[in-house]
């Protein structure tokens, strides 16, 4: 058997039709940094210190919402929680900021994980997961 090729994630690069909103998600709201913009073809490079985002502007505006059930392409991106108790104030604190939520902190399967589901500002979904142990 071969060994992989690859050794994890480098960063994801995200197409936002919000590019300031998009990267205020994630730098006031989930207290990421931001790490550098790029001013020739709009982007700002966020990271949790684990993983980088590269968030790209449209150069056109988007023809409808993504639909995870019909489109082909990213139907969400997910970030563990370190505990119950912070993915229950991330919920609140997001709910309260007035994002979209798709569902609240909820049991994963039987258990004892949990995660929740919001749409940061230009619809992408975007799931928290903590693995309850």
Same mark, same amino acid.
């Given at each position: 058997?071969?060994? =992989?090729?690859? /050794?994890? @994630? ?13 990267? /205020? ?16 073809? !709009? ?16 150069? $056109?505006? @988007? ?6 059930? /019909? ?12 505990? $119950? ?9 997001? /709910? $309260? ?7 609240? =902190?909820?049991?994963?399967? @039987? ?19 903590? !693995?309850?142990?």
């Amino acid at each position: 058997m071969n060994a =992989p090729f690859t /050794k994890g @994630p480098h960063h994801i690069g995200l197409t936002v039709s919000n590019l300031e909103e998009s990267a /205020k998600f994630f730098t006031s709201l989930l207290g990421w940094k931001e790490v550098r913009r790029r001013e020739d073809y !709009p982007a700002i490079f966020v990271s949790d210190g684990q993983i980088m985002l590269t968030l790209w502007a449209t150069k $056109e505006e @988007p023809v409808g919402e993504f639909n995870k059930n /019909k489109n082909v392409g990213l139907h969400h991106v997910a970030f563990s929680i370190a505990d $119950e108790e912070s993915l229950n104030r991330l919920y609140v604190r997001l /709910k $309260e900021s007035g994002v979209k939520i798709e569902f609240s =902190p909820e049991l994963l399967g @039987p258990g004892p994980a949990k995660h929740m589901m919001c749409y940061e500002p230009s619809g992408i979904r975007v799931e928290f997961t903590w !693995p309850g142990n």
